[in-house]
């Protein structure tokens, strides 16, 4: 197995264990989610499978360099690494499907101080990773856009929770934050 597979297969295989282990529980307020889980699950499946199959008929490089490949590998690795920082900051609130944990706080320290949704952001990086490692256009736009469309439209619905939720606290956390790119967005 070659380091670009071998890089994929850690970045999905965290996927699916996060996934697998870390729904809401029964004592959970549920039902806010909305099937953006899924509707993200299917647009990533999607969006990758053709990313992937255009890369292999289609040559349109984003750089003649090589580079660019081994550049998408560490930006993938990057963003694995501050979803899982996120997360382990978020504790035991951090669920994959949208809900509002018994006693749920607002954390607004770590990574959260600077970003509302850093997990989204490590994980769109991942994406952005991905893409590039494909070094072809066309691959990096069809891997990207879609998914950041759906992270957009879920983080529409986990920032309505949210407030409603938290109420003047969370919309004060609102202004002072950016949503997924520090001093930026």
Do not use: C
């Not at 501050?82 to 609130?93: D, E, N, P, S, T």
């Not at 066309?138 to 409603?164: C, G, Q, Y």
């Amino acid at each position: 197995m070659n380091l670009f597979n071998s890089i994929y297969l850690l970045w999905i295989s965290s996927e699916i264990i996060l996934n697998h282990f870390l729904h809401s529980s029964k004592s959970d307020k549920k039902s806010f989610d909305k099937n953006t889980l899924l509707l993200l699950w299917i647009t990533i499946l999607i969006s990758v499978t053709i990313g992937v199959f255009v890369s292999k008929i289609i040559t349109f490089p984003i750089f003649t360099n090589i580079r660019i490949e081994f550049i998408g590998l560490v930006e993938i690795i990057l963003g694995i690494l501050i979803r899982l920082v996120a997360i382990k900051q978020l504790g035991r609130f951090f669920t994959v499907d949208v809900t509002i944990r018994e006693n749920h706080q607002l954390l607004q320290t770590g990574l959260y101080k600077f970003l509302r949704h850093p997990s989204y952001t490590g994980s769109l990086l991942s994406f952005l990773g991905f893409g590039l490692s494909l070094n072809n256009w066309i691959s990096l736009l069809l891997v990207f856009l879609p998914t950041l469309f759906a992270m957009v439209h879920r983080m529409n619905i986990e920032e309505k929770v949210l407030t409603e939720q938290f109420g003047k606290q969370y919309l004060d956390y609102i202004a002072k934050t950016k949503r997924l790119i520090p001093f930026i967005y």
